[in-house]
């Protein structure tokens, strides 16, 4: 066995970051492996179908350490959680079928949640995502020091939520940082974590954690995009405004995508944040579905707790079906 | 080598930095995979399937208690008093103790009649007795009246074979002031010095021949000391790590630092020699054996699981049969009730195994834990074992018993102290225990029908106590008047009338809250149409009210006494209990006049709360064992158990059962007597009681005495309230603002009431 | 470009040199344009660059006060009331960057006088290790099974693990502590283990950058007569290297930060890693909180520093959610 080509392939990870290079590379292998073996498929089609269905299976192998793992400790969870979700509740455990969707769908306090984490979804993930996209602009452009700039903009990623928490208090407490620089115009003092402006302040604290790992992803997706079409681009006298809507946007389409999905997941992170700030029972702009789930789990309400959450799921599998569809729509012709 | 290799190459390229980075993770990673495996192999050890059977014995004599005990090898030796036929009196008698045949020898010994006491004393490395003695001298006038006392100390070294002095020393040239020590410890290390220990003061070294060493002076008060086996001396203390051992050190004149790898233990804690390993500690809890060389301890039993109460320990000891022996003391009105154990370990397949049912509690009380050791040694059927849940803030334990109560973990009874009662009987979490009344044959209306009902959710009782009490809030009844119980408004009508600043006598923005929100919390809450009154006038009202009262209370504050504020209307009200009719009396005294039980404020005036002495139990629904279970809450209210608390004494409160609480009002109302000179009958007091600087002499109970505490004890019919400690934090929290004058008390309400809608939208 | 240049010079060479002019022009003004974004691009950056520093800096610098510093600083701002609750009063707040002294009294406490610290972080360190690399070996075969041979019932199980991966663990915390109470593992560090190693997040990651391996490199090893563990092994696997880090670190960072996972499942207390009882510190013992917090930091700043290249360049492949 003679393999050249995956040595190579060894110890070029770093070609990795260049998919163009890279793929190219490949293909030249590709071609090279035509040569090497002779008509390799013709009159060889029912050996090659066994083959096809033995990789099928052996490939499914290496599939099934995680199958079984996410089985047990995934799935598994997920159908008892169906089970709490349908009886009366976990120690009497009578069977009540869908009661428990009405009754937490009539919950003012579901209802609240529900709008609370929509609302703040809704608002906080696009801007996660637009913000993210101008700071990797920013930096693409060449500036100096732009891969310190890029390891700072990482670095909320490393502080511990118990610190952030700390000093988030530190700035938007009742006499906090915040309303010190507002009285210095004269302006009132306000109960940030304790009314409308609630939310805000999380968006923004939710904006400064996940900003930088957004962007580190648009920065990949941009360098990505063929330079000889952005150069033919600007030679065709486009303006920056059109190049970067039919060429950036356009190829990063698939990365806008991803992004999206990424700040949903870390957009149900921000729970503990606020859970850290404000305790079970925050001020009502602040409370979060998981607020719901984990204040009826703790009060042994299992059942209203597996219901939210299946309706939370039913959503989430609307919303990444959606997106999926969206992407097989946009991102087919630049994917290839 | 090719990784060597890689590296300098990397090293080259991205500077050392990055290598040293990468091998610092490649240690922690391999570091901790090597933990893992450690901790991998650790609980297979525990796992080799012995037991420790217990063996219990009477002790071969009789003694009224037994004041000291020295362990010697296979023997011990004991001081105790048993009596005198003599003198009618008692007097101090050692024996000589073989603990393999359990039989003891009574020891003559020199000078140890009259007034003397045995301190402490121990088997010296020459095989005779070392004890500190103290004889305590008076004379008296014509009537009886001591007029002058004196108290010696005397370290004496004597014989065994023939209880001659053999060596003493007068220990006031030993300890400065002694006539305010009492010594309580005394060691041996292995030159033979002596060291004696009087709590806090010092500990005082003397050579083997009583000649001062030298004095070791002490910050923390001395929880135990004992000698290792290595001949050192250590002494146990509380340090803000928990509880310490610390060696100490003659050379240096100090005591050590404190031992690493020694866990805090709790209650009633003990340090003994021990003969495999270095020392032998004993807690309420478990036994361990102590190397001090390695700094590790090993866990031999859990008290509970040999039928021993951890509390009554005396001493431990290992036998050189392997077995352990020791000795458990139970208080009693009689006379104490000693026990020698014997501890064998054993395969647990060659025990009889009983069926196991699990006690679920936050933590155990010590009368539960009674209740339990008794039901075990008598029941052959069924064994308890306990799961202490732990009683800390931050609410992960009652989370974990939550998770516990859903699976198949679920504790079989379940002690409802400081848990949330009403969740869980919504919930369905509880038993109904009628039936299981039913049929044993147990009659409801022999119980009180109040406490029962407190209870009851739906006509089902869901939970049990076996003794209680009542808390309440005193006010005198010329100011109140008769009724128990006022509004939220009526009583800050009445405080708003009178002087505000001195309504209670330690008054914090806290207790303001607690009386008068917590334990009314419903009243600011309709659970029907979930709405909230955070934003009402009376909650409004109260926060105001709070806002007069210091932050923390200054308890140092000079005042007069308790008893004169409330007299002369300083104080108006009082928090208190009722647990005995004696402490009604106290409070008719403390007051001066006839007081009224007004209790907390409440919509309904029904302000007294009924709270659990000792353990209120509910039987898991989701039980396999529920007959078992049910058993021993039939024993914590059968009529013997409820007889015996009033018998003995024992717990604080009153029984629930009916026929032995009229036996309880019965002792409390039967005058006690004495012979004056002339042989005359003259009633003389029960017992003193006293509350702050004042104190009172308690006579038996009248007949209106006994029927006022009967009407609180049967009138009161809610459990004293478990508020949610979300709610309390949410109004502490919120209501800060107001107290700091940064806020109105209007806006801090209203934050409040955000707050908590939330949690009673998401609750209905 | 010259060879058409040239080609086109023959045909009109007076309008190409104005064109060329034309265009030399235009980049030099738009050079002279850049350069000015370039600084304004620039400042901008750099006061974003602060405000995302600062709380980390604000953090390791204040590790250097002393606690009465700190009390006097923010005590008013975390009080602990008797009965745990958190109060938050303050009279005046001073964000503070320099210490007044420098003090190394807080690494003192936490490094020398109590050891429960350090303890906890190697509780930590011993609960995060094996996920991030079991994680990582089992999302290798995983994603290698996903993206060989794509056929319907992959992609709805891909599907699934998708959602499940989505899903707040506050949903699967009560089942899972079923699940584990199950399979007796439950107060040991297999009942945060396990559920960690087969989290779905890295076979999402890893899968999504794998299907972007052209399919025809596979079919050429294969052809070529490499079984599957070869294709694995010598062509995905070293393909896949930086992406692997990247997911590491972002594994690493999420686990590391763990509050709830340990609080349920393990019961003792001694087993809880750092994070927990630093979730714990505002209410309590605020002096100790940011030195305990700047050594906290330092791993995930190590394995962030070492792995950060591949950060950057593992990322480049993802992106598209189906790939």
């Not at chain 2, 060389?293 to 951890?310: P, R, Y």
């Not at chain 2, 600043?501 to 929100?517: A, K, L, P, Q, T």
């Not at chain 3, 994680?135 to 099974?145: E, N, P």
């Not at chain 3, 052809?223 to 694995?232: C, R, V």
Request: hydrophobic share 40%; aromatic share 12%.
């Amino acid at each position: 066995m003679h393999f050249p080509k995956s040595r190579k392939g060894q110890r070029m990870p770093r070609f990795a970051a260049h998919p163009y290079v890279k793929e190219n590379n490949l293909r030249s292998i590709e071609r090279n492996t035509k040569i090497t073996v002779p008509s390799p498929k013709r009159g060889r089609k029912s050996s090659s179908n066994k083959k096809k269905h033995r990789g099928r299976l052996i490939s499914a192998g290496y599939l099934l350490p995680s199958a079984v793992g996410v089985l047990l400790f995934f799935v598994l969870p997920f159908l008892i959680v169906v089970y709490y979700s349908m009886i009366d509740n976990p120690i009497s455990a009578q069977f009540v079928l869908f009661d428990n969707f009405v009754m937490v769908f009539q919950n003012a306090a579901f209802i609240q949640a529900a709008k609370n984490t929509f609302t703040f979804s809704v608002s906080a993930v696009p801007l996660a995502v637009v913000l993210s996209l101008f700071l990797a602009m920013m930096l693409e452009s060449k500036i100096p020091f732009q891969s310190q700039f890029r390891t700072f903009f990482l670095s909320p990623m490393m502080v511990p939520i118990a610190s952030v928490v700390l000093i988030w208090q530190v700035l938007f407490h009742f006499n906090g940082m915040m309303n010190e620089l507002r009285s210095i115009f004269d302006l009132d003092k306000i109960d940030w974590l304790n009314s409308g402006y609630a939310q805000v302040v999380i968006v923004i604290l939710f904006l400064w954690k996940n900003l930088g790992y957004n962007m580190i992803l648009f920065m990949a997706a941009l360098s990505s995009i063929p330079k000889d079409i952005l150069e033919v681009a600007i030679l065709e006298s486009a303006s920056p405004f059109q190049v970067f809507i039919h060429i950036k946007l356009r190829y990063i389409s698939s990365t806008i995508l991803f992004v999206t999905i990424m700040s949903l997941i870390n957009s149900f992170k921000v729970f503990r944040e606020i859970y850290l700030l404000k305790g079970d029972y925050p001020y009502d702009t602040m409370y979060m579905l998981q607020h719901f789930m984990n204040n009826t789990f703790s009060r042994l309400d299992y059942q209203k707790m597996s219901a939210a959450a299946i309706m939370m799921a039913i959503v989430m599998v609307i919303i990444i079906g959606i997106l999926f569809l969206t992407e097989n729509y946009f991102g087919k012709d630049v994917e290839g | 080598m090719k990784t060597i290799e890689k590296m300098c190459q990397k090293a080259r390229r991205k500077g050392i930095l990055r290598v040293i980075i990468m091998s610092l993770v490649t240690v922690t990673l391999m570091a901790s995979l090597f933990g893992c495996g450690k901790s991998d192999t650790a609980p297979e050890e525990e796992k080799d399937g012995l037991i420790y059977v217990p063996e219990y014995q009477k002790l071969a004599f009789e003694a009224r208690y037994i004041s000291q005990l020295a362990p010697a090898g296979d023997e011990a030796y004991m001081a105790a008093m048993v009596e005198d036929k003599e003198n009618e009196g008692y007097k101090t008698v050692v024996y000589q103790y073989n603990l393999l045949e359990n039989t003891a020898k009574e020891l003559s010994i020199a000078d140890l009649d009259g007034d003397v006491n045995v301190n402490a004393f121990l088997i010296s490395g020459d095989g005779n007795l070392v004890m500190v003695v103290n004889q305590y001298q008076y004379e008296e006038d014509e009537n009886g009246e001591i007029v002058d006392s004196s108290m010696t100390m005397e370290l004496r070294r004597i014989s065994v074979d023939d209880g001659t002095v053999i060596n003493s020393q007068d220990l006031a040239n030993v300890v400065d002031r002694i006539e305010n020590s009492y010594i309580q410890y005394l060691c041996e290390d292995g030159q033979g010095n002596l060291y004696l220990c009087d709590g806090d003061q010092g500990i005082h070294i003397v050579d083997k021949d009583f000649n001062k060493l030298c004095d070791i002076s002490l910050d923390d008060w001395v929880d135990g000391m004992a000698a290792s086996k290595e001949g050192d001396v250590y002494i146990a203390t509380y340090n803000e790590n928990g509880m310490v051992l610390k060696k100490v050190d003659v050379a240096a004149k100090k005591l050590g630092e404190a031992v690493e790898g020694i866990e805090d233990v709790f209650g009633n804690v003990g340090y003994y020699p021990s003969v495999s390993k270095s020392l032998i500690q004993s807690s309420s809890n478990q036994l361990k054996l102590i190397d001090l060389e390695t700094g590790t301890s090993e866990e031999l039993f859990n008290w509970m699981d040999v039928d021993i109460d951890g509390n009554n320990i005396e001493i431990v000891g290992e036998l050189s049969d392997g077995r352990i022996w020791t000795i458990s003391r139970e208080y009693s009105e009689e006379g104490d009730q000693y026990e020698l154990v014997y501890l064998t370990r054993k395969k647990a397949s060659e025990v009889p195994q009983k069926e196991e049912i699990v006690y679920g509690a936050l933590w155990l009380d010590t009368l539960t834990r009674r209740a339990i050791i008794d039901f075990n040694k008598s029941n052959d059927q069924y064994h308890i074992s306990v799961k202490e849940y732990g009683n800390d803030f931050d609410g992960s334990q009652v989370a974990q018993f939550n998770a516990d109560l859903t699976s198949q973990n679920c504790p079989d009874l379940i002690g409802l102290t400081s848990l949330d009662f009403s969740q869980y009987a919504s919930k369905g979490v509880l038993e109904d225990m009628y039936p299981y009344m039913e049929k044993s044959g147990l009659d409801k209306g022999d119980y009180l029908e109040n406490v029962l009902k407190a209870f009851e959710q739906d006509g089902k009782l869901y939970g049990i106590v076996s003794q209680f009490y009542i808390t309440s809030t005193l006010a005198k009844e010329s100011l109140v008047g008769e009724e128990n119980g006022w509004t939220l408004s009526e009583m800050l009508d009445f405080v708003e009338k009178n002087n505000p600043e001195n309504v209670f006598m330690y008054g914090s923005r806290d207790s303001i809250f607690r009386y008068c929100i917590y334990n009314n919390i419903d009243e600011f809450i309709d659970w029907e149409t979930g709405k909230c009154f955070f934003e009402g006038e009376e909650f409004i009202r109260t926060l105001e009210f709070a806002a007069k009262f210091p932050e923390e209370v200054d308890y140092n504050q000079e005042e007069e006494g308790i008893s004169a504020r409330l007299r002369s209307n300083k104080v108006l009200l009082m928090e208190n209990t009722v647990s005995s009719v004696q402490e009604y009396q106290m409070m008719n005294g403390l007051f001066g006049e006839k007081v009224t039980y007004i209790g907390y404020p409440n919509s309904e005036r029904k302000g007294n709360l009924i709270q659990s002495s000792g353990g209120s139990f509910g039987i898991s629904a989701k039980s396999k064992h529920k007959e078992g279970a049910w058993e021993f809450v039939e024993s914590v209210i059968s009529k013997e158990y409820q007889d015996s608390l009033v018998e003995d004494n024992y717990g604080w409160g009153f029984p629930i059962r009916k026929e032995a609480l009229e036996k309880q009002f019965e002792n409390d109302m039967t005058p006690e007597y004495y012979e004056d000179e002339e042989g005359n009958k003259v009633e003389s007091s029960k017992t003193t009681w006293g509350y702050d600087d004042f104190q009172m002499e308690i006579m038996a109970a009248t007949q209106e005495d006994v029927d006022a505490v009967r009407g609180l004890l049967t009138s009161a019919d809610r459990l004293s309230g478990n508020v949610d400690t979300q709610l309390t934090n949410i109004i502490t929290e919120e209501a800060e603002p107001f107290f700091k004058g940064q806020k109105s008390a209007a806006d801090a309400a209203g934050v409040i009431q955000n707050r908590i809608q939330i949690y009673v939208n998401e609750n209905r | 470009m010259k060879q058409r240049f040239g080609r086109i010079k023959k045909i009109d060479e007076i309008s190409l040199e104005r064109w060329e002019m034309e265009v030399k022009r235009k980049k030099r003004w738009r050079l002279r344009k850049k350069a000015v974004g370039v600084t304004l691009k620039t400042m901008a950056a750099a006061c974003f660059a602060v405000l995302f520093l600062l709380p980390i800096l604000l953090t390791i610098t204040n590790s250097f006060m002393s606690a009465s510093e700190i009390s006097s600083n923010y005590g008013q701002v975390f009080a602990t009331n008797d009965s745990g609750g958190k109060v938050y009063i303050a009279e005046t707040v001073n964000l503070k960057f320099i210490p007044d002294m420098v003090s190394f009294s807080q690494y003192i406490t936490v490094l020398l006088k109590s050891p429960e610290y350090l303890f906890k972080f190697w509780n930590s360190v011993i609960l995060v290790v094996p996920i991030v690399v079991f994680q990582l070996l089992v999302a290798a075969g995983a994603s290698f099974g996903f993206t060989r041979y794509r056929g319907r019932m992959k992609e709805i199980i891909f599907f699934v693990y998708i959602i499940l991966m989505l899903m707040p663990y506050q949903v699967t915390l009560v089942p899972n502590y079923l699940v584990s109470d199950w399979l007796h593992i439950l107060d040991t560090n297999w009942a945060i283990w396990l559920p960690g190693i087969f989290s779905p997040f890295a076979v999402y990651l890893l899968t999504k950058y794998m299907r972007r391996i052209p399919i025809s490199v596979m079919e050429a090893a294969q052809i070529d007569g490499a079984g599957e563990w070869q294709i694995f092994r010598h062509i995905c696997m070293p393909l896949c290297k930086g992406a692997m880090c990247s997911i590491a670190i972002l594994i690493f960072i999420d686990y590391w930060n763990m509050v709830e996972q340990p609080l349920i499942l393990l019961a003792d207390e001694q087993k809880h890693p750092l994070s927990v009882f630093l979730s714990k510190i505002n209410a309590g013992e605020i002096g100790l909180a940011f030195a305990v917090a700047t050594i906290y930091m330092v791993p995930p700043i190590l394995v962030f520093l070492y792995g950060e290249d591949y950060l950057v360049e593992g990322i480049t492949y993802q992106g598209g959610i189906k790939g």
